[in-house]
């Protein structure tokens, strides 16, 4: 930045001391370049006037012309307010102001005409503005008669100290003015050229004082456009640096363990997804580069399949794999269903967790070390200092999300050359916060279920329907099938939400008594042991009915499992709706999930329930969840440890023009890998300059 961008706020004409700490504190603004990088969050035509005829009440905010005819206090104490009478040629429009009055009442002149800005209202057939915005149309003021407003976000604190949106679009005008002449470009002329976008201070300029519409949507094309192309630019960048100083393993061969499996011991024909990504990965970690690769696939998608597919790879050119899950009954689950497909092959592989007995721990240890043992499934227990192999070359990671970057960075660390590394999630991410989030790694799909699975049939009931669930339970039982019922169980509300929960256990236990019926109960206060007693109690077909928190949430396989029951589901996140609607759906049988919620809904719970309703598709959900909540929100994002302020592109809109930003540094990339050429100097020195701003973007071990 030039030397007046970086120049400390508090020497802008306007500010001073005290606002400056102000606007250091609530808007992170330090100095005037980022006053201008803080950006309007909407802007109003006020080219338009309104005849006060034509006001109504139902009108946004609005703009009209007029002089103010008189003015009186009404009423009294808290509700004394000012009252001033505005009128055109066409009617009368009332002004009030119920605090400030002593500033206001002074400065309002009769016979002078304003602008006059604000939202209307009506009472007693009469329209009014409260707290109008009003300027005095003084002639060389309005050399131009309308323009566009932009509006910034405050905060009370702010506003209190005077620094409301208006202030601080002066305060830009000042710093614009300082600023002219010496905005220097940020992207290198050749490539503004050829994409034909505005110049930056042209940009910045239009983005806080538009000239016109046209200009306006330029600069917000041209700002939004180098935000996202800086993100993939540095993101690709260090995906070429990281390959450049890791060489990874090769696996080159497909040797008898792969094929003696897939020849011999695969129990169904590979989905053409599972095909595409098996291959995908076969590319990449025979490459000579380390595999970063990101697996994502709805719930039932047969992720696991092409975990093994990659470890037996591993295992033909000579390395160990180990496999990590989230919790103990999840890798308990893999190590069951991994021997099952292996059958009587001849590849060593053990369990390890927090649970395993010290002497196996023991014959664990010594075997990884001699190379005797293949595969390590297991818990956080792998990542102890004592869990050493004698050459690990593919680490897999279940349900990526509920891990820390730390700790992924530990099980790459057992290793000189790092390992490959696979990460698997059931929570897929939209294409846009992929290629933001995980835009430095390589990212494979599932986006097909494998054959003969039936849609999960889901249905909204509101309370007054539950006679008619529970007779539907009864049948369902009947028929030898299982059901889930599912309590919210919110930090928040913990303590009604748990009474709830116990409630509703014992309400289930009344309509559905023993000895017919068997009852089950999990929750997170309970030990972790008890908790997996009753699951797997569940899992044996013991227990019909599991009523449950989320802790059930995460992957656990009951194929019997048909039907699952939301209780309050308005008060669930999308995207965990979705993933508990996946713990039923495993087996042949049509499976259902019923959806119950109170009458009164609010617009998003309604939009949330309808869109579950609507779709099976995880990829579809994560869309309409991501519109919903907003970018930063998104289950997955917050813990992979990347700050997301992106200052005015928005993923959730902007996925065109990322797109396009991602294409263009792509090419780049591809004919100057370390940005060395002449013409690409300014890249390299914003990447530098972001490099300081965001530490943790990106890598994921
Ligand atoms: P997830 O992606 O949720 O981890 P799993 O790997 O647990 O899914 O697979 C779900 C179920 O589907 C498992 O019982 C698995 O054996 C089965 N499965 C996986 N791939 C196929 C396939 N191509 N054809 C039939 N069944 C499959
Ligand atoms: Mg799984």
Redesign the pocket.
């Known amino acids: 930045m030039s030397g007046v961008l970086s120049q400390d706020i508090k020497f802008l004409p306007g500010v001073g001391p005290r606002k400056s700490v102000l606007l250091n504190e609530e808007l992170k603004v330090f100095t005037i370049g980022d006053l201008i990088y803080y950006f309007p969050f909407k802007y109003v035509d006020r080219t338009k006037f309104y005849a006060i005829r034509d006001v109504n009440s139902s009108l946004p905010f609005i703009q009209v012309k007029g002089r103010i005819t008189g003015m009186e206090m009404v009423g009294a104490g808290r509700n004394q307010r000012l009252v001033a009478y505005l009128t055109d040629s066409t009617g009368l429009l009332e002004l009030i102001w119920f605090q400030g009055i002593k500033f206001v009442k002074p400065t309002l002149k009769t016979n002078v005409e304003y602008i006059v800005f604000g939202k209307p209202s009506e009472f007693n057939n009469q329209f009014s503005i409260v707290h109008p915005e009003m300027d005095e149309k003084v002639p060389e003021s309005s050399k131009k008669e309308g323009y566009i407003q932009a509006f910034y976000n405050t905060s009370e604190k702010l506003k209190s100290n005077f620094l409301h949106s208006k202030a601080i679009l002066k305060l830009q005008f000042a710093a614009l003015k300082l600023a002219k002449g010496y905005i220097l470009e940020s992207m290198p002329a050749w490539l503004v050229q050829k994409l034909g976008i505005e110049g930056l201070e042209s940009a910045l300029m239009n983005i806080h004082f538009p000239e016109n519409p046209q200009l306006l949507q330029k600069a917000e094309y041209r700002l939004k456009f180098e935000e996202l192309f800086y993100i993939q630019l540095k993101l690709l960048h260090l995906k070429e640096d990281r390959h450049k100083k890791f060489k990874g393993h090769i696996f080159e061969k497909v040797g008898l363990y792969f094929n003696d499996f897939f020849y011999k011991h695969l129990p169904f024909e590979l989905t053409g997804a599972q095909k595409r990504v098996v291959k995908e990965i076969r590319k990449d970690i025979g490459s000579g580069r380390q595999m970063n690769r990101l697996l994502q696939g709805d719930?039932?998608s047969g992720?696991?399949m092409v975990a093994l597919m990659t470890m037996l790879i591993a295992l033909d050119n000579g390395f160990q794999c180990c496999m990590m899950?989230p919790t103990e009954i999840?890798a308990n689950?893999?190590y069951v269903s991994l021997q099952k497909f292996l059958g009587n092959m001849p590849v060593n592989i053990k369990l390890l967790t927090g649970s395993t007995k010290k002497p196996d721990r023991k014959v664990i240890h010594e075997d990884l070390l001699s190379g005797k043992l293949h595969i390590l499934i297991g818990t956080h227990a792998l990542l102890e200092d004592i869990v050493q192999f004698q050459t690990l070359g593919l680490v897999i990671i279940?349900?990526q999300h509920r891990f820390g970057v730390t700790q992924r960075a530990k099980l790459w660390r057992k290793n000189l050359i790092p390992p490959h590394i696979l990460v698997?999630t059931?929570t897929p991410i939209p294409r846009t916060l992929a290629m933001t989030v995980y835009g430095d790694l390589d990212v494979s799909v599932i986006d097909e279920l494998p054959p003969g699975r039936k849609p999960i049939r889901t249905v909204h009931y509101f309370e007054n329907r539950r006679a008619e669930l529970y007779e539907f339970i009864r049948q369902e039982i009947t028929q030898g099938h299982q059901i889930y019922i599912v309590y919210p169980l919110i930090s928040e509300s913990e303590k009604l939400d748990f009474k709830n929960l116990e409630e509703g256990y014992e309400h289930i236990k009344k309509c559905f008594p023993s000895p017919e019926y068997t009852i089950g109960m999990v929750h997170g206060r309970m030990k972790s042991a008890d908790k997996e007693k009753e699951m797997l109690r569940f899992k044996k077909g013991e227990i019909q009915i599991l009523v449950a928190t989320t802790v059930i949430e995460v992957?656990v396989?009951v194929p019997n499992a048909s039907v699952m029951i939301i209780e309050s589901s308005e008060r669930f996140g999308l995207s965990q709706l979705h993933q508990l609607r996946g713990r039923v759906g495993r087996g042949a049988e049509q499976s259902f999930c019923i959806l119950l919620s109170g009458f009164k809904l609010g617009i998003d719970s309604r939009k949330r329930i309808e869109t579950l309703v609507a779709t099976n598709d995880g990829f579809e959900i994560a869309e309409a969840d991501m519109r919903l909540r907003g970018p930063g929100d998104i289950e997955g994002t917050q813990q992979s440890g990347i700050a997301f302020d992106l200052k005015i592109s928005n993923l959730a809109k902007d996925g065109q023009i990322l797109q396009y930003a991602r294409d263009i540094a792509e090419t780049i990339i591809a004919s100057d890998p370390m940005l060395e050429q002449p013409q690409n100097d300014i890249l390299k020195k914003q990447l530098i300059a972001l490099q300081k701003n965001h530490l943790n973007w990106g890598s994921i071990s």
């Open positions: 719930v039932g992720k696991t899950a999840l689950q893999h279940d349900e698997m059931a992957g396989d």
